[in-house]
């Protein structure tokens, strides 16, 4: 595995905002495509959830290789994390995200970011559903980016202010199942990759949630393959941890 700063390389989403949990939701209201796609992804179950433990993996031939282990508990707001430093040297940290500012270095700049990065790979149709700065549009039925096919586009773009790379854009292709069957990520910013096309497949469960862990496609024209293992949740009031099926 890789140094985590060459995330850079390709990490296609690296909010600095602390992530936005249910709670925060209030009264709001969002598009209903995007209900009706959280809600086939386990969003009524989320309260269940105690802890999540997965993997991110990145492989893109001949570039780069990383895998990144993770542990984290929703409701506290607590992550652990374990890889590798820049020197390639073994790393493992628990840490509040409430309280990153007291952090060192390498975890607000490095593995902070990182875990932005890999659990909106891990949990997008949630976090499309919970981030209300976004703005959704239902675009109706398209030919699918990769292959043949259609499927529904729901474009979800995020401000052109705040955020790590402002004015970016993830166009979902969702079939008739509401699942999300591939994407298209457009960056707002100057940062590369600029365009991001993936297949979303390899669907497990893990208790209530419904987890896509196969992404392949291509990062500005170079082949990408982008899996999520590992996967397994601990539901509350449980010690057990629920291995995805």
């Known amino acids: 595995m890789t140094n985590l700063s060459r995330l850079n390389v390709i990490r296609v989403l690296a ?3 602390l992530l936005i949990l249910p709670a925060t939701l209030g009264a709001q209201k969002r598009a209903p495509i995007l209900e009706k796609i959280a809600k086939t992804y386990g969003l009524d ?10 993997t991110w993996n990145l492989e893109i031939p001949g570039v780069l290789k990383l895998a990144h282990a993770w542990e984290w508990e929703p409701k506290t707001n607590k992550v652990s994390y374990e890889g590798k430093d820049k020197d390639g040297k073994p790393v493992k940290v628990t840490y509040m995200r409430s309280e990153l500012s007291s952090q060192p270095d390498a975890v607000k700049n490095e593995v ?6 890999d659990n909106y790979w891990l949990l997008f149709p949630f976090h499309a559903y919970w981030d209300t700065s976004a703005t959704v549009t239902d675009q109706g039925v398209h030919k699918l980016p990769i292959g043949n096919g259609s499927a529904e586009l ?3 773009k995020y401000p052109n202010e705040g955020g790590y790379t402002p004015g970016d854009t993830w166009d979902l292709y969702v079939g008739k199942d509401n699942r999300v069957e591939q994407f298209v990520y457009h960056r707002g910013g100057p940062k590369k990759p600029s365009l991001v096309t993936t297949t979303w497949a390899g669907y497990k469960k893990a208790g209530p949630l419904l987890i896509s862990t196969e992404h392949r496609g291509n990062a500005d024209g170079k082949p990408l393959h982008l899996f999520i293992s590992d996967v397994s949740v601990k539901l509350t009031g449980s010690d057990t941890w629920r291995k995805a099926q």
């Not at 902070?112 to 990065?117: G, R």
């Open 154 to 156: 729901v474009s979800v």
């Open 45 to 54: 179950s989320w309260d269940q959830i105690q802890a999540i433990r997965y």
């Open 112 to 117: 902070d970011p990182a875990f932005i990065n």
């Open 15 to 17: 909010f600095s905002m």
